[in-house]
C-alpha cells in the first residue's frame, strides 16, 4: 500500500502537468491573431492565403512598376524572381524604399493583390530580412554581400 506522503506527490506532479497544459492552450490561443506568416510572391501565387488572413510579403520592388497616385495610394509589384505580385499601400513610404531594393509588407491577400498595412524597407546597404533572402537564393536572384566579393 502507498503511503500517504506519494500519494500527495504523485496528485501534485499531476496537477502540475495539467495546469502547464492548460497554460499552454490558454497561451496559444491568445497568441493566434499576433502571429503573421511569412510567404514569398511564388508562394503566395501557387497556395493563395485565405482572404481573412494577415500576413508577410517580402522580396524585392520590381522595377518600374513603382506608380505613385495623387493620393497616399502607391501600387508597385514584388517579385522573387520566379513571381511577380502586385501590391498597393495607402499612406506614407519609408525614406529608403525604392525600387529593386528589399522590402517586407503585411496586410492581406485579396486573389487579385496583396493590401498591405504597413511597409518595411532596408535600413542600411546590407541589411535584407532573412525570410527575403532565403526566398530569393531558392530562385538563384540574390548572392550574399560577402559571397559576391569573394568571387571578386
Known sequence: MRSLKKTRRVQVILLAA??????????????R??????????QVLSEPPAPNEVFR???????????RGESETVRFN??????????????????????GQGMVGQGRWTGER?????????????????EVIDALEEQGVYRAPDAAAAAD
Not at 495539467?18 to 497568441?31: K, P, S
Not at 510579403?57 to 506608380?67: A, C, H, K, Q, Y
Not at 513571381?83 to 506614407?92: K, L
Not at 496583396?114 to 532573412?130: G, R
Open 18 to 31: 495539467v495546469a502547464l497544459a492548460l497554460a499552454t492552450a490558454i497561451i496559444g490561443y491568445a497568441m
Open 78 to 99: 514584388v517579385t522573387d524572381g520566379g513571381a511577380s505580385v502586385p501590391v498597393t499601400y495607402t499612406g506614407i513610404l519609408p525614406d529608403l524604399f525604392e525600387e
Open 57 to 67: 510579403i517580402g522580396g524585392l520592388v520590381e522595377p518600374d512598376s513603382l506608380v
Open 33 to 42: 491573431d499576433g502571429i503573421n506568416y511569412f510567404r514569398s510572391p511564388s
Open 114 to 130: 496583396f493590401e498591405a498595412v504597413e511597409i518595411l524597407a532596408k535600413h542600411d546597404e546590407s541589411y535584407m530580412p532573412k
